[in-house]
């Protein structure tokens, strides 16, 4: 019975694989910024209706902002897969999009931070989250001639994964899977100079206990950790989508202060949460960065009977 609904569903994953290969092909043969908009509108149109997105959406919205008005949650609903779809179709742009962001204005002060560091050769932890175009700040950083190295969690869809992967890969190497092997390479990465980058806000069970927009959301202190372990600036950096939908302001924020794994993670955690309450639509609420029952179970082991 198991090996036939894992058989089932392998063949699901690859029929959507399938349609995602034809529908990123076709996509690629328009210019490039048609090819962004109309991506961006089927996603927002199509799939997140099918796929389950709206509702995931609102619950999301439902948990941290419960007196948001209906009207503002349906704009959300929409928005939010419509910039999941843009920054799918510029990740999948290549040489395009890379050549874009070079272009883009980076502002802040933690850009003086990260050239020190280049300049000297040492390390650097820099850390965003699924905000804007997640790997706009990265592809904009190596384009400056930042050694930059990205740690990534392999997708749930294997047939997807490998040419996702691929795509990433055509913005800038090294990347590293999530997992012993790929965190190993990472480290010595590091150990060499390298410009580690992260993505914070991915639910990991065992995570710390911090907080994302006033809710639990267990986060991973790898980032931190590493910026303790090496003395290397741990710092905030994202794309932030512009209102003409094709481009980007990079912006790079003054460095976390070095105190400890968890209140460091903390300080990253409310990094993101500003910059999203300034632009609510490029957050990814498609994503499972709380799962409430999980929590539930997790205070009531720790507080007992």
Not at 2 to 11: L, M, P, Q, W, Y
Not at 162 to 191: Q, T, W
Not at 238 to 249: A, I, L, N
Request: proline share 6%; with cysteine; net charge positive.
């Amino acid at each position: 019975m198991k090996r036939r609904a894992n058989e089932g569903r392998s063949r699901r994953e690859w029929v959507v694989d399938r349609l995602l290969r034809g529908a990123l092909w076709a996509a690629g043969r328009l210019p490039y910024e048609t090819r962004v908009r109309l991506f961006g509108r089927l996603v927002s149109r199509v799939v997140a209706p099918l796929a389950g997105y709206n509702r995931r959406v609102r619950d999301n919205l439902a948990l941290v902002c419960p007196d948001m008005p209906e009207d503002e949650v349906a704009r959300l609903c929409r928005d939010v897969a419509d910039n999941a779809g843009r920054t799918m179709i510029e990740i999948y742009s290549g040489d395009e999009f890379v050549e874009r962001i070079a272009r883009m204005p980076m502002t802040g002060p933690g850009q003086k931070v990260l050239e020190k560091a280049r300049d000297e050769g040492r390390p650097a932890i820099i850390v965003t989250g699924h905000f804007g175009n997640y790997d706009a700040s990265r592809a904009a950083l190596i384009a400056r001639g930042f050694r930059v190295g990205a740690l990534y969690r392999p997708m749930n869809n294997a047939f997807f994964n490998e040419h996702y992967v691929a795509a990433m890969g055509r913005i800038g190497k090294p990347i590293f899977p999530r997992g012993r092997r790929g965190y190993g390479n990472l480290l010595r990465f590091v150990r060499d100079g390298g410009m580690a980058g992260f993505l914070v806000d991915q639910y990991v069970a065992s995570g710390a206990d911090v907080t994302f927009f006033g809710q639990l959301a267990p986060t991973a202190l790898s980032a931190a950790e590493l910026a303790l372990k090496y003395d290397a600036p741990l710092v905030p950096t994202y794309g932030v989508r512009q209102p003409d939908g094709v481009s980007f302001e990079i912006v790079v924020e003054e460095a976390i202060p070095h105190t400890d794994a968890v209140t460091m993670t903390q300080a990253l955690n409310d990094s993101l949460e500003a910059i999203t309450r300034k632009h609510m639509d490029q957050w990814f609420w498609i994503h499972r960065r709380w799962k409430p029952y999980r929590q539930w179970m997790r205070e009531t082991a720790s507080t007992g009977p």
